[in-house]
């Protein structure tokens, strides 16, 4: 079970990663969408989506060392697969609103 979550937290994580680094081009067909003009990004979301991507990277890897040691060990470590998805999930959501937040065209926008 732990195997088997850890390969779905890989893929998981290489899906956020490819999310982060298409995050221009996202906010991008949104402003062509919603006739908001041209986007321009700002200077911080190249930072922004290097160092996301490099915190998805390393909560897998603290969670596939953390579940190796556990398992050889003899004891459960199911958990810590879950425990690292919910917390790249959180980074991946925590990223992406910082990101918006640098945009005041999309923090004005109305649904």
Same mark, same amino acid.
Request: proline fraction near 5%; charge should be neutral; glycine fraction near 10%.
């Given at each position: 079970?732990?195997?088997? /979550?850890?390969?779905?937290?890989? *893929?998981? @994580?290489?899906?956020?990663?490819? $999310?982060?680094? &298409? %995050?221009?081009? !996202?906010?991008?067909? /949104?402003?062509?969408?919603?006739? *908001?003009? @041209?986007?321009?990004?700002?200077? $911080?979301?190249? &930072? %922004?989506?290097? !160092? ?8 897998? *890897?603290? @969670? ?48």
């Amino acid at each position: 079970m732990t195997l088997s /979550l850890l390969v779905f937290g890989l *893929l998981a @994580t290489i899906f956020f990663i490819g $999310a982060l680094s &298409g %995050l221009p081009d !996202a906010f991008k067909i /949104l402003y062509e969408q919603r006739d *908001l003009g @041209t986007y321009t990004p700002d200077d $911080a979301i190249p &930072g %922004l989506i290097v !160092a996301g991507s490099i915190a998805e990277a390393l909560i897998w *890897l603290a @969670t596939a060392v953390g579940s190796i040691l556990m398992t050889v060990r003899g004891k459960r470590a199911f958990y810590l697969p879950l425990i690292g998805g919910v917390v790249s999930f959180t980074v991946l959501i925590v990223i992406v609103s910082v990101a918006l937040t640098t945009d005041p065209t999309l923090l004005n926008l109305k649904p």
